[in-house]
C-alpha cells in the first residue's frame, strides 16, 4: 500500500494554523494528524472538535486523522464524528470498554484506531483484530511532540504487523512520535506504512522537502 504521511499540527504556529495546514497540504502531505490532549489522560491541552470544524469548513476534502489522548473518550468520539473525523484512534487505557468505542466509531462512519503506547502489549493488536482499520504504536510517550524516537519500536511494529499478517489483515500500521529522516526508513522496514511527524515536518524550513526526501526513503 501507498505510504501515508501524515504532519501532526501540534508542531505547527497556531497563530496561523490554517495557512499551515495548507501549507504542508501543498507541499504533498496525505492526511493530516489532529492530537487532541485533555491535561488528564496526558498531561498536556491541546485542541478540541471545533478547531476541526474551521478546518473542515476550509479543507472539506481533506482527511483528518484524530488522535485522542483524553479520557474519557466516548464524548469525544461522538464530537469528532461530528465533526468530520476520517479517522478516530484511541488509548485501550482511557476506557472500559475498547471494543465497543471501536465499535461507535465505526458505526459513526469513521475509521476507528488503536493505540499502543511504548508500555502497551502489542497483543492487544491480537485480542481486537477485525475491530479496527488502523494501529498507531507510539515511538514516544504521548503527550508532548518533539521528543525522541524510542528505537524498541521498531521490533514493536514487526511484531504488529506479523500478528496482522496472521489474520490476513492489510490493516494500516502507522508510527507516531520522533518520526524523522533518521528512522523513517527502519520504521517502514520494520512494517509501518503510515507515518505521523510533527517537529520534523513544522521545523524545517522547507515542509516540501522534507516530505520528498521522506517519500524517497519510503521508495
Ligand atoms: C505525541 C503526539 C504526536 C506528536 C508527534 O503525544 O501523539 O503525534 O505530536 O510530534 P513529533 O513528530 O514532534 O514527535
Ligand atoms: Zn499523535
Not at 458505526?107 to 494501529?135: K, M, Q, W
Amino acid at each position: 500500500m501507498k505510504p501515508i504521511i501524515a504532519p501532526s499540527i501540534l508542531a505547527a504556529d497556531f497563530s496561523r494554523l490554517g495557512n499551515e495546514v495548507e501549507e504542508v497540504l501543498d507541499a504533498g502531505a496525505d492526511v493530516i494528524h489532529f492530537d487532541v490532549m485533555d491535561n488528564h489522560y496526558v498531561p498536556n491541552l491541546s485542541f478540541g472538535p471545533v478547531v476541526l470544524d474551521s478546518l473542515k469548513t476550509r479543507f472539506p476534502d481533506t482527511e483528518f486523522d484524530v488522535h485522542l489522548m483524553v479520557k474519557p473518550v466516548e464524548g469525544m468520539i461522538d464530537a469528532f464524528l461530528d465533526s468530520g473525523a476520517s479517522y478516530i484512534s484511541i488509548h485501550p487505557e482511557a476506557t472500559n470498554h475498547v471494543h465497543a468505542a471501536l465499535h461507535r466509531i465505526r458505526n459513526g462512519g469513521a475509521r476507528a484506531g488503536i493505540v499502543l503506547n511504548p508500555s502497551t502489549s502489542v497483543n492487544v493488536v491480537d485480542e481486537l483484530h477485525g475491530n479496527f482499520d488502523l494501529v498507531l504504536v507510539m515511538s514516544v510517550n504521548p503527550g508532548f511532540g518533539g521528543q525522541k524516537f524510542i528505537p524498541e519500536t521498531f521490533r514493536k511494529l514487526a511484531k504488529a504487523r506479523t500478528i496482522l499478517d496472521a489474520h490476513g489483515l492489510d490493516t494500516r500500521l502507522a508510527v507516531d512520535g520522533g518520526v524523522s529522516l533518521e528512522n523513517i526508513r527502519e520504521a517502514w522496514q520494520s512494517g509501518a506504512d503510515f507515518f505521523v511527524a510533527g517537529s520534523s515536518i513544522f521545523s524545517s524550513g522547507n515542509y516540501k522537502t522534507v516530505i520528498d526526501k521522506m517519500r524517497l526513503e519510503l521508495s
